[in-house]
């Protein structure tokens, strides 16, 4: 039997490029998951805080209701 490296070297290093370019691909599809969870999480935050101002102003917390001076100009 006679085994030719230089063949089988050339088939393994194709075979590793190949995997890199998977692997970088791979890197990308990773990296923009991350960014949109990102995304959703500070929606989620954002989301969050104006529902607590939309509860606060439904009990009546923030609104303004009268005046402490003569003509409302300055507080």
């Keep these: 039997m006679v ?3 230089g063949a089988t070297t050339e088939a393994l290093k ?3 490029q190949d995997m890199n370019a998977e692997l970088k691909e791979l890197k990308n599809v990773i990296v923009v998951q991350a960014v949109q969870t990102a995304r959703l ?3 989620r935050e954002h ?3 104006l529902q607590r101002n939309y509860e606060d102003l439904r009990r009546g917390n923030g609104w303004v ?4 001076t003569v003509d409302g100009e300055y507080p």
Excluded: F, G, K, P
């Design 3 to 5: 085994v030719r490296t």
């Design 14 to 16: 194709e075979e590793i």
């Design 41 to 43: 999480d500070n929606m």
């Design 47 to 49: 989301l969050t805080m």
């Design 65 to 68: 209701t009268q005046r402490s």
